[in-house]
């Protein structure tokens, strides 16, 4: 097999998307550090860069998903709801059944012009990964430590202290704390069977307690709680490396608006309230699984181009550098330099793949030990 058949053409623009992708991730980093003496003298401005340092980094994998692959995501909402997208805060709340499913809410924060400032919740350990994790250490994404004591006044500090951004926030939610897997499906589900709670078919059993903290400290700031389920048509399983290939997939996203003055304050009446929503999400799932449609009225949001333009700004400003390197590795005709060269590039994306699954993929999780422990 000759070098011409192993460098297959899919497999170098995949190699090119993940060297812009560290690359300018690395870049955004060092930028972000040097914008850290401007919290003190403006704390918005530092917020207004950095939200915009963050999309040109997160829009690239949004690219991955709308344009790499070509994968659409339709939305089954109400009209006037559509209309209030993007000109609000709100609390995302999704289900997390797939390997994808949270680029799926940052296509919806893109299409919706909020994906430089929409937040997550994440584990403590992600504010140590180059380049996602770091990027969200500069632009105050909530970590946790999973030790309440501990985390409750981290929640409560980090939420009091967005009452002011200057940009509209999504945080998005996973409530379930953790994919679905048959195996944590049926330790949640005997949880759920103690505590004298309806089972559900599509979900594991909300964790009310981050979700209630959050909404406690959000209320003033926040206009409604959306409320988005996730599926796939055909009973498609889409997967990164599959995005990465060049896969379509057609997703079909419900979304309803629930103003938050309509959910309980109290947090037993809360926390009831959002097991009550799993069990209407579970419902949608089930009618989706007979008709293939969710309620609501279908639209395909327009794609924006700003993705793109990003993508070729810093291709125009990395790829000059990285194909000189390359050119006078080939034309050495060392046959370990050309093998050390391909290899490098291979371990990167690998590594890359392996970063950004290790945001979605609770690895070694204990779910049914760790629920019981929520009030």
Known sequence: MGLASFLHPRLILQ????????????????????????????????????????YSHWSQLVLLLEWWSGTECTIFANPEDKLRFGHEHAIVVLNHNFEIDFLCGWTLCERFGVLGSSKVVAKRELAFMPLVGWTWCFMEVVFLRRRWAEDFHTVKHSLQRLKDYPENIWLLLH???????????????????????????????PRTRGFCTCLFYLKGTVSAVYDCTLNFRGSERPTLQGLLKGHRYHADMCIRRIPVETIPEDDKECAAWLHRLYQEKDALQDEYERSGLFPGEPSIPPRRMWPVLNWLFWASLLLSPLLHFATSVFSSGSAISIATFLSVMLLVSLGVRQMIGMTEIHKGSTYGQSINKEK
């Open 15 to 54: 190699l090119i998307l993940v060297y812009i992708f560290v690359a300018s991730g690395l870049l955004i980093n060092l930028l972000q550090l040097c914008t850290l003496p401007i919290w003190p003298i403006s704390r918005r401005l530092y917020r207004v860069i950095n939200c915009r340092l963050a």
């Open 175 to 205: 409530c379930e704390g953790t994919r679905f897997t048959k195996e944590k499906h049926a330790a949640s589900m005997a949880v759920a069977a103690s505590k004298g709670l309806p089972l559900l078919k599509h979900h594991l059993l």
